[in-house]
């Protein structure tokens, strides 16, 4: 695995728990943390602003607490999810409370993050930085980023369209950090699946929404675990930039899925949730195309000691074939 130092030996499975708008909040992260994988939230989801601190505060000292009382458990760091792009008039304030508090991973979405990988390196921690195409992985390259987030089709959020096949094997071709697939993931032999297919780690976002403390309506979580692929619909109306959604929010909103007109770009703006007067992650919930294999809401404990047999039995039986 090609790994910076800061996740070696600090995970139970190679899986990133993926930042969510309003979903992914400090109990998510430390349950995330706590059970070996990385826990991560967008900066923009504490509000105000000055909320961030107190976020990252409380993240610190619940897994300082956790690793003192467990030794022997492995504990994963934390990311903070940065969306580099000009309506984010707090970029500025939220990297330099990131480099306050010396946080161990920047996951950066958008524009490639030169300036945000600078301010990250000088206290010696990394940037991860998501694409959906290669183009962009080269550019994230050239900035100096120490790893790479594929975004493949069938990913919940704002997803790409190319193959997982494709997209990490192109990559890796001219990469040699840190590969984090993501896409339609959901058990432990899809994240054997993504190391098979040459990715160090797994980011994992839709089969988080259903846990107990993911910061979602019951309605959401409910309507994750009644949907399949089937039901993801891929538009770029609510934000600007093509993301996949459940057919059942926009239905619940009053609108067509099967005819949505297509969105302004000039009007992005992702702090607030797009330009309609129903916003995305708010009213148009997010999901993956691998909702269809997500049957029920545990602990987030629970659903990784799940993860972590599946992806161990999996391993096992491709090592005796």
Known sequence: MSLPATLTGTLS???????MFIVSVPELVIAQCKAGIVGSFPALNARPQEKLGEWLDTIERELDDFKAANP???VAPYAVNQIVHQSNDRLQHDIDMCVQHKVPIVITSLRPPADVVDAVHS???VVFHDVINVRHAR???EQ???????VCAGAGGHAGTTSPFALV???REFFDGTIILSGA????ADVAAARAMGADLAYIGTRFIATEEANAPAEYKEMIVNSKAADIVYTNLFSGVHGS???????????????????????MNFGSGGNTKKKAWRDIWSAGQGVGTMHDIPPVAELVARLEREYRDTVAVLAEG
């Open 13 to 19: 499975i190679p899986v990133i728990g993926a930042p």
């Open 72 to 74: 022997d458990k492995p």
């Open 123 to 125: 206290y010696g921690g």
């Open 139 to 141: 550019k994230a390259m």
């Open 144 to 150: 100096g980023v120490d790893g790479i987030i594929t």
């Open 169 to 171: 094997k192109e990559v």
């Open 185 to 188: 993931m959901s058990t432990g």
């Open 245 to 267: 959604y459940l057919r059942g929010s926009i239905e619940r909103a009053g609108m067509d899925p099967g005819n949505l007109p297509d969105a302004d770009k000039a009007k």
